[in-house]
């Protein structure tokens, strides 16, 4: 792997650019000048131009995440901004969005400003995500407007429910003064229980307590209608259930601001896959039924679903190699990204790579009010490239978070990152 | 005189008697500028101040009024009353009339208890504020003051600044301005404005330089502290960065807004001092406004009537 | 109805006229005397008092103006709404002589109150009453110090005065309602 600042002239050539933002497929150089786009066309820089031959690879808008935890503060042994930045970048992904649960938790202006500034240090754009309630407790509204001045573009209590239906509201209600969306991590802790795996003929078959749909679906009606009432801007996370895609679907005839991501995991895995009790599996919301994981892959297709977002989750070994019940939740993602999005949904079924690209490139970052027309003169260079064809088994070499959880080991993925850029850095994975 | 025997609310309120009570209000303020503050319009009338919830100001006003006018006024505090050795408030209230008095002006945390006295007793009942719900007083010495200054109300630019969802203040100034004609937008966080108060004819904005620009004055609403802890308003720094009218908006706008406060002031919070005691403010004004107002409606409630028994 | 005329406008000038002169006659220390009309015409006939005292001897005296709704005896019976702002005394009355002016002195009951009010204002050393029109029919022990002109009155008439301040023109009638 190689990160290093750009030259001052870099020319990517005889590659196929994908444009989603102008809805282009096309053929042509892009010659980057002190880390923004100078020219696409037939162009050629000064001879001193440091030139990436991309034939037969793709080039795009880097990707954009909107939900990964990079567990600073608190928890550096898992993950820093740092480390979290470049397994990002080794993924294709030049702009993320991290999830305030650390400790402490992202719950004040001054807590973003710290975020904020230690993205300045890093190759790719960072965003924080504020906290709704103070300590994620759930009872006291955070200072949303000052959080936002500081850099916040969203709010949300991730991998704490709100499950008090009038904070929810007073939280949708108050957003409305910065207009940014609402993130509930949807699943009702009453009936979740004590549930670590899908509810079905899984978990009993393996004994272990089980988490029904219904618990996703009911919170997902609610802030639905929530939304609804107080007219504000909702997108929800990491959907998991069919029953959730069809109340998105219904809302999203009746209101423009509901958008919602899924994860890779729940378009590739189903429950059959937790057999062997691999807690790198173990997930929150959890990894469901075949029939849900079909609905999920339509729902992408018809755009109930407006894009994919990692839920990027480290955990130190410790964690993961316990017993199930004990394991924390959540698998590390950005590194087996596009490979294993692009294998189900490209290549198992039928979507097009530049429908793939909108939903990791121009669709979450128009859900965040981010830049989407990055292909245009004078715009800072945000490029991924892409071996589209390359077929390859993942493996701890190409972990670079500091936390290994994936359950991607040995497993077939579709589809490379070469190269990323952002900031005017340039990385490759070699 | 006056339409309806009783104030209630401001809501359904006859405009012309609006202008009745203004324009006798501000006769009764001449007589607050007098040495000897007295006039006898009242004497012989006997006024109950029921007051079940805790209040300094608004009860100190109604008192001065009433002594003001030579009436006769009895303090009736619920804390120290036969409430709590469980009367109920049907018998309290008759119990109080059975001593042959002529006017109640109550305060009551709960929205239309006024309305449920009228049920029990025959005297004048004055609304000094029930619960969340109107505080037709306040209200009418709000636009006693604005028409002082302006000359005139119908065409009035308004703006009502802060906690609307639980504020009397705000809903009984909403009727009363738009009865007179004149135009309100509503300010504050959008979790405390009332979802569906865009049915009283009033526009909303979370924006509160914009309504600064757009207003003739701001009637700005006390934040209360103790909802801050509940996470309605989240910080004290958030609300003032947000909707305090701190001296710097003021400066921005270089316009001779007129402020108001229906008091107590929380300095530094909803309003900064220096504005609250600037040239633009007439928070002062309000509270001598107040007793003038009240003395109004008193005498136009009460006067020309003698003692019951008649 | 039946209208007489008994004062017309110089007749009511001329009254006037010579009630200054009472007034600067009767009263040694002119510089302590104020003036105070009562709502409504008492009002603009202390206004032409106070001019005319100025051209007499280059002295405007201070005026102000009574209503005199808030101190009526009959505040049992009746409820009246008072003209806005119609007391204006920015003055203290303290050691001054008060000149009360009215159009028309009748039951004087209009006077007891206004001298009610006036306590409100300070002690005056002196009250004294100018009237333009005294009608007779006291109900109370009242007496006017000037008098324009006395018109004795029966049942079924009153006085009806007019001042181009207030009305068209100026003018004192008797008026008969026929029975």
């Not at chain 1, 994919?308 to 993602?333: C, N, Q």
């Not at chain 2, 500028?33 to 919830?53: A, Y």
């Not at chain 2, 966080?189 to 509160?208: A, M, R």
Request: net charge negative; proline share 4%; aromatic share 6%.
């Amino acid at each position: 792997m190689v990160l290093e600042k750009m030259s001052k002239n870099v020319l990517l050539t005889n590659g196929t650019i994908i444009d989603p933002f102008h809805n282009k497929t096309y053929e042509a150089n892009i010659w980057i000048k002190d880390g923004k786009i100078f020219d696409i066309g037939d162009v050629r820089g000064p001879n001193s131009s440091d030139i990436i031959n991309c034939s037969g690879k793709i080039i795009t808008h880097g990707f954009c995440d909107l939900h990964v935890h990079f567990r600073e503060p608190g928890r550096e042994d898992k993950e820093t901004i740092k480390t979290g930045a470049i397994a990002a970048m080794s993924g294709g992904f030049t702009r993320v969005c991290v999830m305030p649960n650390t400790n402490p938790p992202l719950d004040s202006p001054e807590a973003v400003n710290f975020i904020v500034k230690k993205a300045q240090e890093c190759p790719i754009h960072i965003h924080p995500i504020g906290a709704v309630t103070k300590g994620q407790g759930g009872k006291d509204l955070t200072e949303m407007g000052l959080m936002h001045q500081e850099g916040a573009i969203a709010f949300s209590d991730d991998g704490i429910p709100i499950q008090d239906g009038a904070m929810m509201r007073i939280a949708l209600e108050y957003s409305k003064l910065i207009d940014v969306p609402i993130i509930n991590h949807a699943e009702d802790e009453c009936l979740r229980g004590e549930g670590v795996m899908n509810e079905g003929k899984i978990s009993t078959r393996l004994g272990l307590p089980g988490n029904p749909d219904l618990a996703e679906s009911f919170m997902v009606h609610r802030d639905l209608e929530l939304a609804k009432l107080t007219n504000a801007k909702i997108h929800v996370p990491h959907v998991s259930t069919a029953k959730a895609v069809e109340l998105i679907r219904k809302m999203k005839e009746n209101k423009d601001d509901v958008t919602a991501e899924v994860t890779p995991h729940h378009l590739l895995f189903n429950e059959e896959d937790l057999t062997s009790y691999d807690t790198n599996l173990k997930v929150a919301p959890p990894i469901r039924t075949e029939n849900d994981r079909i609905s999920l892959i339509e729902a992408v297709k018809d755009g109930t679903i407006d894009c994919i977002a990692t839920d990027h989750a480290p955990h130190t070994i410790e964690d993961k190699e316990t017993t199930f019940d004990l394991a924390s939740y959540g698998m590390i993602g950005l590194e087996s990204c596009f490979g294993a999005v692009n294998r189900v949904l490209c290549k198992e079924s039928g979507m097009n790579l530049d429908d793939l690209i909108c939903l990791m490139t121009n669709k979450p970052r128009r859900i965040m009010g981010f830049d989407t027309d990055l292909f245009s003169k004078g715009k800072s260079a945000e490029i991924t490239i892409i071996d589209p064809d390359k077929d390859w088994i993942f493996s701890k070499d190409d972990i670079r978070s500091k936390s290994i959880n994936s359950p991607y080991f040995g497993r077939k993925l579709n589809g490379k990152i070469i190269s990323t850029i952002a900031r005017s850095y340039i990385y490759k994975n070699v | 005189m006056l339409e309806q025997k009783h104030l209630l609310g401001l809501e359904g309120y006859p405009a012309k008697d609006i202008q009745t009570i203004i324009d006798t209000a501000l006769n009764f303020r001449e007589v607050l500028d007098r040495p000897i503050k007295k006039v006898p319009s009242l004497q012989g009338v006997t006024i109950v101040n029921l007051f079940f919830e805790n209040s300094t100001r608004t009860k100190i006003s109604f008192e001065l009024a009433q002594k003001r006018l030579s009436a006769d006024t009895v303090n009736f505090s619920a804390s120290s009353s036969s409430l709590k050795k469980g009367e109920s408030f049907k018998d309290t209230s008759q119990n109080i009339e059975a001593m042959k008095i002529d006017a109640v002006v109550m305060r009551h945390p709960t929205p239309g208890a006024p309305q449920h006295l009228t049920n029990f007793i025959d005297s004048v009942i004055i609304n000094a504020g029930d619960g969340t719900h109107e505080h037709p007083t306040q209200a009418i010495l709000d636009m006693m003051s604005l028409y002082e200054k302006f000359g005139k109300l119908k065409g009035l630019k308004i703006g009502i600044i802060g906690d609307i969802l639980h504020s009397r203040v705000a809903l009984s100034n909403i009727y009363g301005l738009k009865i007179m004609g004149a135009e309100i937008t509503l300010c504050g966080p959008p979790n405390l404005i009332p979802k569906y108060i865009n049915n009283l004819g009033v526009v909303c904005s979370n924006n509160i330089d914009d309504v600064i620009e757009w207003a003739d004055a701001l009637n700005v609403l006390r934040i209360q502290k103790e909802r801050m802890g509940r996470g309605l308003v989240p910080s004290v720094r958030e609300y003032r960065s947000f909707f305090g009218i701190t001296s710097d908006r003021i400066k921005n706008h270089k316009k001779e807004i007129v402020i108001m406060h229906p008091g107590p002031i929380n300095r530094g919070v909803e309003i900064d001092g220096s504005v609250a005691d600037s040239d633009q403010a007439i928070i002062l004004d309000q509270v001598l406004n107040g007793v003038a107002s009240r003395m109004a409606i008193l005498y136009l409630l009460c006067g020309g009537k003698s003692t019951k028994g008649e | 109805m039946k209208k007489t005329i008994i004062m017309d406008r110089q007749a009511i000038a001329r009254s006037i006229a010579r009630i200054c002169h009472e007034i600067l006659e009767k009263n040694d220390n002119h510089k302590d005397i104020v003036l105070v009309g009562i709502h409504n015409r008492g009002v603009p006939l202390s206004e032409r008092f106070q001019n005319k005292i100025n051209k007499l001897i280059g002295l405007k005296l201070e005026r102000g103006s009574l209503d005199i709704t808030f101190h009526r005896d009959d505040f049992r019976e009746r409820l009246v709404v008072p003209e806005v702002k119609g007391t204006n005394i920015t003055f203290t009355l303290n050691d001054k002589v008060v000149i009360l002016v009215d159009d028309v002195l009748y039951s004087g009951r209009t006077i007891r109150a206004a001298l009610d009010e006036l306590n409100s204002f300070g002690r005056a050393s002196k009250v004294q009453l100018a009237v333009l029109v005294d009608r007779g029919h006291r109900e109370l022990p009242i007496k006017a110090d000037y008098i324009g002109k006395s018109i004795p009155t029966h049942e079924g008439e009153h006085v009806n005065v007019t001042l181009s301040e207030t009305d068209d023109e100026d003018s004192v009638l008797l008026v008969r309602h026929k029975e």
